[in-house]
């Protein structure tokens, strides 16, 4: 082997290839260090005198499916400047760790695209080291996101695992990366975020989020200039709520044959008309419904108009709109509608800002899913450290399936 296949093959310059091992279906390349091209590690003076050395085997880039060694016996030198004994640079690895850089920026890209396990599998090491490897990039890469030059951000808990164990997760809007994971959820994890981005000093112009009193609290005092926008999906889904809760009230109130017709109907109502399926009649039965229940329908066509709201050419004409409904709600009468225009009226303010700002928390819905997604590929992860890193080199991710 030359020396130039050393270098363009696996990365590896500055040494001198000596001798090949074959053992147990793996290949051995054995190298060395030129004597006149050893220096000191700390000030590079080439005034120095070998010392023994430390034999070391580094997993390098595979060929075919053959798994690769490099082994070294990495000098030790005294040097006469300094006065001390120390080890070598070795260059091409981490003197701490058992796998060339090449090796390690393989995992990396494999891991884009497969999970630990078809990766440990296809290069033929154990589970663990794959994590480690991960780990240390990830570490390397993600454990503290620059938040400087951030300025739109979506604000949203995930659940995890069973119980109630929730995340709270931080969303640069623009370039879609997670850039905080807080435990828990509410205003107490968020604290650390608020800390790191006040000496990031980042303006933040916007946050996306949902109606939640202790949200709506922490970003007004932490960000007190940013402009709160509260999400169209969290302000629909919860009037899909209170629908169900009418459409319940008004199932027990029902006679026989209305509870028939109202039966199964929720799923229905809370469907976007245009995915009604024509074959199994659900058109046929959500209008059967609406039309036994004055109630049920006016809450309905409402919800169904609220839809139109955020597709309004400006703020001037979002408002006008916004009053209307809110007006056609509390003339209904109905206490559902009446409560919810309420709710709609407190925060008017930020439901508007969207006009301002046209964002909203979907694009973190997303990578909710992903990381779902992510954690039931894994089966789960019990080391909750390594599953935060996981989550803040997402976005890169090619493959959505990966653990």
Known sequence: MSTSILYHGFGIYGY???????????????????????????????????????????????????QIYIKLDIPRVFCRLCGFVRQITIGFADERLTYAKSFERYVVELSRHMTIQDVAQHLGVGWDMIKEIQRHYLTKRYSHPRLKDIELIAIDEISIGKGHNYLTVVLDLISGAVVFIGNGKGAEALVPFWKRLKSSRAQIQAVAMDMSPAYISAVSENLPKATIVFDHFHLIKLFNEKLSDLRRDLHQQATEDGKKVLKGLRWLLLKNPDNLKQQYNEQERLEQALLLNSSLSTAYYLKEDLRQLWFQKNKKQATAYLNDWIARAKSSGIKMLLTFSDTLEKHRTGILSYFDFPISTGPLEGTNNKIKTLQKQAYGFRDMEFFKLKILGLHETKYALVG
């Open 16 to 66: 001198r290839y000596t001798s090949t091992q074959y053992r147990d279906g793996a290949i051995i390349f054995t190298i060395e260090k030129d004597p006149h091209s050893l220096r000191c590690p700390c000030c590079k003076s080439g005034k120095v005198t070998r010392r023994g050395f430390q034999t070391r085997w580094f997993h390098a880039l595979p060929i075919g499916r053959k």
